[in-house]
């Protein structure tokens, strides 16, 4: 079955300068999510998209930015990169339509993204 | 708000003994749990759920949890611990805060099995 895909894995990148991470959702999943973990930590909710309309806010910083397109698919925009965006940058996508009192949340892989 | 509270940031055993991954959670209503597992620089794979339906619920790979609502507790459970069961596993709470559901992660129990 096709999964969540992210790209690029690895991303590395010098202070200051932008990040654009792309997150391709299960073929008619119609929501995404985008989470950050830091090293050794839990994951933290940054940000979400339903019907690409911005649906929900965490901690995201001011200098992220995402948006999800006509396809589903969404990219987060990371600019004036400082050396703790270093984490590991994970989407995951969901069917809202099937909204039971609960939704389950399928995780991409990840992106990497370090900062020197 | 909803939280979850791991009560062990580490749990080591023998292979082959059991496996207890303890997890607490707050919630106002009732709620959708979940426990994900982290292999090293590996993403999150769901292991299973909690949605309201049997208070035991059965998941991937040998592993079980079950819900206490009197004890606000899911904590995840194994009879046999393998080698290949050593990661990072993450009790999670789904919540409604916006107009669509959202995870809240615990602080996570690194599992580490001994041969």
């Known amino acids: 079955a096709a999964g969540v895909i992210q790209s690029p894995r690895h991303l590395i990148k010098e202070k200051r300068e932008t990040a654009t991470l792309k997150c391709y959702p299960i073929?008619?999943?119609?929501?995404v999510y985008w989470y950050q973990q830091g090293p050794g930590q839990d994951p933290q909710f940054l940000i979400s998209f339903y019907e690409k309309m911005q649906s929900d806010k965490g901690s995201i910083p001011d200098r992220f930015s995402a948006q999800q397109f006509s396809d589903y698919h969404s990219e987060l925009n990371m600019s004036s990169l400082e050396l703790g965006d270093s984490a590991l940058y994970f989407c995951?996508?969901?069917?809202?339509?099937?909204?039971?009192?609960?939704?389950?949340?399928?995780f991409g892989p990840g992106t990497r993204l370090t900062v020197l | 708000a909803q939280s979850v509270t791991q009560l062990d940031s580490h749990v080591s055993v023998s292979e082959g003994t059991p496996v207890l991954l303890r997890c607490n959670y707050s919630s106002s209503y009732s709620p959708s749990l979940f426990w994900y597992v982290q292999h090293p620089n590996k993403g999150l794979q769901l292991l299973l759920k909690y949605t309201s339906a049997a208070t035991l619920v059965k998941g991937i790979n040998g592993f079980e949890a079950e819900f206490k609502k009197s004890e606000t507790s899911f904590h995840l459970t194994k009879p046999s611990a393998h080698m290949s069961d050593a990661a990072e596993y993450f009790c999670v709470v789904s919540w409604s805060g916006g107009s669509n559901y959202k995870l809240t992660f615990g602080k996570g129990t690194l599992l580490t099995v001994n041969p």
């Open positions: 995951a996508s969901s069917l809202e339509l099937q909204r039971e009192g609960f939704n389950e949340q399928f």
């Open positions: 073929p008619r999943h119609d929501t």
